[in-house]
């Protein structure tokens, strides 16, 4: 199919539905910091622009404490029109279970095998050879945030790589500064947790653990570097004393922190804190030891409904969303990347550069998200919350916990 028939496909499937009366859509979603809030404005606004109405159902909390509220609606009968999810498994038994809207017209519309790159998010989409959900952005874990001030205070330089912040360590404490700031929640710490393993292990060795579930691997000296890496970590994060990722993240933008383990949705925090990347910040991706992204995401999924006003409207949105002045909008006020490898992307900050650099480079690996079954995620999680709430567990016996995890994983 030529560009210019795609185009005109679009363009009259829009002017459809617009033609349409107005449309109400509930969009669920757990984007409630500042930085979060500012982005999905964005494509609230898209959305209100074409005459229809976005409802906003925002959730407060993490992925985890939104994401059974989501599935408890839509398996209960009360679906949203539309709800954020990762892209990946997430969504898997909703579609087998036949609840979700097939998109694949729009996909195939909007040319989106040409557009989606990598190619695996839209892959993280597809079941049975149908596309059930729309990518909205890249996102990774693989990033350190620095506050320049911290170090500054500690009359230290910032760190370039992950062995010169942890020797940072004494100084930064000296100073009355907290080296690693660390929420006290699951997903933090075991998505900080697959950053330390991709910088120390590598990404061989990820893969091995993630996407083969090899238990050797996950037990083996490998990995025995990257739990002792995480005790030091944890004792660098000792009495942080919070509990959500932003509150983390402020204790960087503040000064009050040497840095933070987190995706780069943080840069939003950043962005509304009125900080420059560079000048206020700095961020080492893969810790400053090995330059790679992993390619997690945010993704919407339509769930069925019997109006076909409704059914119309939120392949409305779908296209929206993937178009390229929302893709624009909205990924630069999240700091995250865009799914779409055809658009402009000169006004990204230094940070984002860098992870665009990386994306075209091809340095870039699966999230844990595409690999791994909600169950076996949430039993990571649950060993890494007991891992990061004390000292008493050795990296030995934590290490040997999570390869019996990786051995039985789905």
Do not use: Y
């Given at each position: 199919m030529s560009n210019v028939l795609k185009s005109l496909l679009i363009g009259t499937a829009l002017t459809?539905?617009?033609?349409?009366?107005?449309?109400?859509?509930?969009?669920?979603?757990?984007?409630?910091?500042?930085?979060?809030?500012?982005?999905?404005?964005?494509?609230?606004k898209a959305w209100d622009a074409t005459g229809n109405t976005w409802l906003d159902g925002a959730i407060a909390g993490s992925g985890g404490t939104a994401r059974p509220i989501i599935i408890s609606r839509i398996l209960g009968g009360d679906p949203?029109?539309?709800?954020?999810?990762?892209?990946?498994r997430q969504a898997e038994e909703l579609i087998e279970a036949g609840l979700m809207l097939d998109l694949t017209d729009v996909a195939e519309a909007g040319g989106w095998t040409d557009i989606v790159k990598p190619s695996s998010l839209l892959d993280a989409c597809t079941l049975d050879g149908k596309i059930y959900c729309v990518p909205i952005n890249i996102h990774s874990?693989?990033?350190?945030?620095?506050?320049?001030?911290?170090?500054?205070?500690?009359?230290?330089?910032?760190?370039?790589?992950?062995?010169?912040?942890?020797?940072?360590?004494?100084?930064?404490?000296?100073?009355?500064?907290?080296?690693?700031?660390?929420?006290?929640?699951?997903?933090?710490?075991?998505?900080?947790?697959?950053?330390?393993?991709?910088?120390?292990?590598?990404g061989d060795a990820?893969?091995?653990?993630?996407?083969?579930?090899?238990?050797?691997?996950?037990?083996?000296?490998?990995y025995a570097k990257v739990f002792e890496a995480a005790v030091a970590a944890r004792d660098?994060?000792?009495?942080?004393?919070?509990?959500?990722w932003n509150q983390a993240t402020n204790m960087v933008i503040t000064g009050a922190a040497g840095g933070q383990i987190m995706g780069d949705w943080a840069q939003g925090e950043f962005q509304v804190a009125g900080q420059t990347a560079g000048v206020e910040y700095e961020c080492l991706p893969g810790l400053g030891n090995n330059a790679v992204l992993d390619t997690s995401g945010d993704a919407f999924y339509f769930p069925l409904n019997s109006d076909p006003e409704v059914t119309a409207a939120q392949k409305e949105l779908a296209a929206l969303m993937i178009s390229p002045e929302v893709q624009v909008a909205f990924n630069l006020k999240k700091g995250s990347l865009p799914v779409r490898g055809d658009i402009d992307m000169a006004a990204a900050n230094r940070c984002m550069q860098k992870g665009l650099d990386i994306l075209a480079s091809g340095n870039i690996l699966p999230s844990g998200d595409m690999n791994l079954s909600a169950d076996t995620s949430t039993q990571i999680e649950?060993?890494?919350?007991?891992?990061?709430a004390g000292d008493t567990m050795s990296a030995a016996d934590a290490q040997a916990r999570y390869a019996e995890i990786i051995d039985n994983a789905d």
């Open positions: 459809c539905a617009s033609a349409a009366s107005a449309v109400e859509l509930e969009v669920t979603h757990w984007w409630t910091s500042g930085g979060e809030a500012a982005a999905v404005t964005e494509l609230a949203m029109a539309a709800t954020q999810l990762n892209h990946g874990w693989q990033w350190l945030w620095l506050s320049n001030k911290a170090f500054a205070d500690a009359g230290v330089a910032t760190p370039t790589s992950w062995d010169e912040f942890a020797a940072s360590a004494d100084a930064m404490r000296a100073a009355g500064k907290l080296p690693l700031a660390m929420g006290a929640q699951g997903w933090q710490q075991s998505g900080a947790f697959g950053v330390i393993a991709v910088a120390i292990a590598g990820w893969r091995a653990v993630n996407v083969d579930k090899n238990a050797e691997v996950a037990a083996g000296p490998e660098m994060a000792k009495d942080g004393n919070v509990q959500d649950d060993l890494m919350l007991e891992f990061w």
